[in-house]
Each structure stands twice: as C-alpha cells, then as structure tokens.
Antibody, heavy 119, light 107 residues
C-alpha cells in the first residue's frame, strides 16, 4: 500500500524559507507526479504545483516566484521549498501522487503537516 | 483560475439516507472533476474521478454525475463512517482548484 508522509518544521519565522519533505513508502516515485497543496484556516485547498520524478515541474503562478520543488529517487522523496514566507503562508500542507500531469486525480495523499509562520 | 463552489456547505442526515452534494465550476471543466473524502487528521481519499468513475475499493453507494459546470456526488444508504468533509477538484485547467467542501454530519 502506497503511503505518503509530509515532514518539516512546524514553525517558520517570517521572511525565512519553509522546507518540507514528502516521503513515499510502499512504491517507487518513478513514473509519477507528486503534488503539493495547502489549506489555510477556513479556506479551500490551494494547489501549489507538481514535480515529476525526473524533475520537470509546474508551479501555481501565484506562488511561482517563491516556490521550488525537487525529487530524490534515491530516497524516494520529494520536497517543497517556499521562500520569503509571511503569516499568509500559515496552513496545513499536503503532498499527493498523481499518474499524469494533466487531468489526473490525486490517488494517494499524506495526512498533512501544519506549518505556522510566526516570529 | 476556475472557481469551484459547493452546495450546501454542510448538511446533516441519518443512517440509511441518501444525500446529494453539488459542485459548480465557474467555467466548463468538461469531465475533469474529482471528488474526495476527508476526515480530520486523516489523508484525503479519492472517491470519484473523471466525474463519474468510481475509484477502486470505494463502496458503490458513492456515485458521481455531471459534466461542464455542474456536478453531483450522491451517497446512498449512509453509514456512520461517512461523516466527513467532501470536496471537489477540477483538473481541466492549471492551476487545479478545489471547492471549499461540504461537511456531512451523520445524526
């Protein structure tokens, strides 16, 4: 059974960089797209972007200047970095897998990790 | 970005009831609409993809219909474990967008 688990600091200071990792177990990351989403309190999920196992990526234009994603096949992990964070980046961050870049659903998700941006 | 709107935002129903949740897109997403179930502290789970295809392992009392801008998720013969938030996602146009969800309470 494929499982995804997000990890990273729960507290990040304003203007610093948020760094999260998603570890995939029960299956390889080869051939799949890995997506990041976030949900701020009281709001709908926001799509951040995806990274393909080979490294190609798409970022939401609203976040594109601050986001970098990467995949590490040797560790079966992928990562999200978001710089210059503000309180508006406080949210639960989720990773999820899809089989295609376009039109595909998210078939496995992590439980989410809460990130608070505060000094 | 395509806006996704749910109705109702919450509802309460009894075991054995049938409920219908609606998701409306601000423009056509054709059939690129997925439904998820999310329980607090758990990983969201896909129920329906491509508007009407049942994900493997999901009970057949979950069903989805619709195309274009209007979609419905129907849950028949409600069970206590169906208490959750249900949300839709369009994957027709990037950035993919989600509805805020419908919170279902089982009385």
């Amino acid at each position: 059974q494929v499982q995804l688990q997000e990890s990273g600091p729960g507290l990040v200071k304003p203007s610093e960089t948020l760094s999260l990792t998603c570890t995939v177990s029960g299956g390889s990351i080869r051939g799949y797209y890995f997506n990041w989403m976030r949900q701020a309190p009281g709001k709908a999920l926001e799509y951040i972007g995806y990274i393909y196992y080979s490294g190609s990526s798409y970022y939401n234009p609203s976040l594109k200047t601050r986001v970098t994603m990467a995949a590490d096949m040797s560790k079966n992990q992928f990562s999200l970095k978001m710089n210059s964070v503000t309180a508006a980046d406080t949210a639960i961050y989720y990773c999820a897998r899809s089989e295609a870049a376009a039109g595909a659903h998210l078939d496995y998700w992590g439980q989410g990790t809460r990130v608070t941006v505060s000094s | 970005d395509i806006q996704m709107t749910h109705s109702p935002s919450s509802l309460s129903a009894s075991v054995g009831d049938t409920v219908t949740i609606t998701c409306r897109a601000s423009q056509s997403v054709f059939g690129y609409l997925n439904w998820y179930q999310h329980k607090p502290g758990k990983a969201p789970k896909v129920l329906i993809y491509a508007a009407s295809s049942l994900e493997s392992g999901v009970p057949s009392r979950f069903s989805g219909t619709g195309s274009g801008t209007d979609f419905t998720l129907t849950i028949s013969s409600l069970q206590p474990e169906d208490s959750a938030t249900y949300f839709c996602q369009q994957t027709y146009s990037t950035p993919y967008t989600f509805g805020q969800g419908t919170k279902l309470e089982i009385k």
